[in-house]
């Protein structure tokens, strides 16, 4: 090439060099100006909302961010005793839940949580809602593909809003949105902290993966190819990096069980991992009779009707069980299906149950119990022999522990909280099952019917023993109390 000629690509290659600088330099001028008017706005409205409910400099302001707060679900109990356990240590704190229940007020959800968990919160005028319009952007069905990258993605418009609606002293996110962590820390100047009910992704999942299991996060099409299979690993474990990076954010991280401890530890490694076990207020289940003399041999499954339940894997046991099982004169088997629906994605679910047990010839033998009340859940379990909790992977298993107060025989499965931290011995003593298929459940269901009164008196009082010992609301606050002080360090 002549001189000429190479003077004028080299003229050429700098033009582009001053051109994508300035349009890095615009990119970075438009960011600083994005983060500085929305810095401006987050103040003001927050100004204009403080003022509103009478806050002043005296008040600590602490967010929880749980969009379904109104569920009536194990989550919603750790939300509403923790609010509890905060307003009881700092007077001078005022609790706001960000929430997308727009369709229930401030009293009805209040009053819901008082029905369903028998919470008596004294200071319900020091409690504020910031309702939330975006909710929809992280259900499920609003991605159904790529669904964890999508509801993280939601996640952020939803804690956006919330962010620009008000801005807290200390954030709490108490249902697993991870990704509104950064928000928060590093755009609304706030104490973070995390209570972890369970990962949105594990190494248990992508081992699930990897081995082309089929189940509720993983379709049997894609099980059945390698292709398909190698690409949604890829995707697992790029979205597992995602989310060890937002969980590094926290400057608390509580979780709640030794398995979801494990699973966090690995994924953000925080600087402080705290397992804080959920509040299980068993003391009106302690007062139930051990004792159950009804002909009708009921077995009681307490969960929301989500798919990772795996309520139909009950169905089937049930099945098998009324083809099977001795029953004497007048005695009759019946499953009691007793959840929270917390929209109609979970109706329909219920709707695709009752249709299975129809197909399986079992219908007259189902009860559904939707969102009954806490003194209706009571009435039950005190008349059931068995429990039964079917999910893989359970990360703690509050309504477990319930059941197993309320003097039910349980029969859980055989992985993560129940295994890890619930059923197991007492001083010696067993105190329930596990199962991890069909054929293990049915065998635990009728080695559980057919106990003797004494021997299931004897099982069920060191169930109920063991539960009360080491779960309770009381050990649930003083835990929480004590993972949180740092937030509250001016």
């Known amino acids: 090439l002549g001189l000429g000629t190479r003077l004028s690509v080299m003229d050429e290659n700098c033009s582009c060099c001053v051109c994508l600088l300035y349009v890095l330099l615009c990119c970075s001028a438009l960011l600083v100006v994005t983060f500085a008017l929305s810095k401006v706005l987050i103040v003001i409205f927050t100004w204009r909302k403080k003022r509103e409910w009478g806050y002043d400099g005296r008040h600590r302001v602490v967010g929880f961010f749980h969009p379904y707060c109104n569920a009536g679900g194990g989550g919603e109990r750790v939300l509403w005793q923790a609010v509890h356990a905060l307003q009881i240590r700092y007077p001078l704190v005022r609790c706001v839940i960000y929430t997308g229940d727009t369709d229930a007020s401030s009293k009805d959800v209040l009053n819901k949580a008082h029905s369903r968990f028998g919470i008596t919160l004294s200071k319900e005028d020091e409690i504020h809602f910031v309702y939330l319009k975006l909710r929809k952007w992280v259900e499920a069905n609003r991605w159904p593909r790529f669904t964890l990258l999508g509801q993280s993605v939601g996640s952020m418009l ?44 594990s190494c248990d999942m992508i081992d699930r993966v990897s081995s082309r299991q089929a189940s509720h996060n993983n379709a049997a099409f894609i099980g059945r190819s390698r292709i398909l299979t190698f690409l949604k690993l890829y995707y697992y474990r790029f979205f597992a990096k995602l989310y060890g990076a937002v969980g590094r954010c926290n400057n608390v991280a509580m979780v709640n069980s030794s398995w979801t401890r494990d699973h966090i530890a690995r994924l953000w490694s925080p600087a402080a991992c705290v397992v804080v076990y959920p509040p299980c207020d068993t003391s009106a289940f302690q007062q139930l009779p051990l004792a159950r003399s009804d002909k009708v041999l009921r077995i009681a499954s307490v969960a929301q009707f989500r798919p990772e339940k795996d309520h139909s894997l009950q169905l089937k046991v049930i099945a098998e069980l009324v083809n099977t099982f001795p029953l004497e004169k007048g005695e009759t088997v019946r499953l009691v299906l007793i959840g929270s629906c917390r929209h109609e994605e979970d109706q329909q679910r219920v709707q695709d149950l009752k249709r299975e047990a129809e197909k399986l010839g079992i219908s007259n033998q189902v009860d559904f119990l939707l969102n009954i009340s806490y003194a209706e859940l009571q009435k039950e379990l005190g008349r059931s022999l068995v429990a039964l909790h079917t999910m893989w992977n359970e990360h703690f298993g509050i309504s477990v522990v319930e059941c197993m107060a309320a003097g039910c025989v349980m029969v859980a499965h055989d992985s993560a909280g129940p295994a890890m931290d619930i059923v197991v011995d007492w001083e010696g003593k067993r105190t329930g099952y596990l199962a991890k298929n069909t054929a293990q459940f049915v065998s635990c269901v009728t080695e559980a019917l ?34 949180t002080e740092l937030l509250f360090v001016r």
Do not use: N
């Not at 021997?455 to 003083?478: G, K, P, T, Y």
């Open 158 to 201: 939803l804690g956006m809003e919330a962010l620009l609606k008000l801005c807290p002293d200390v954030y709490i996110d108490s249902m697993g949105y991870a990704f509104t962590l950064p928000l928060f820390r590093w755009l609304g100047g706030c104490k973070v902290a995390s209570y972890v009910h369970y990962p949105v992704v």
């Open 450 to 483: 057919q106990l003797t009164e004494h021997e299931r008196i004897e099982l069920v009082a060191a169930a109920r023993e063991s539960v009360q010992r080491r779960f309770s609301v009381q050990v649930f606050e003083d835990s929480f109390i004590q993972a």
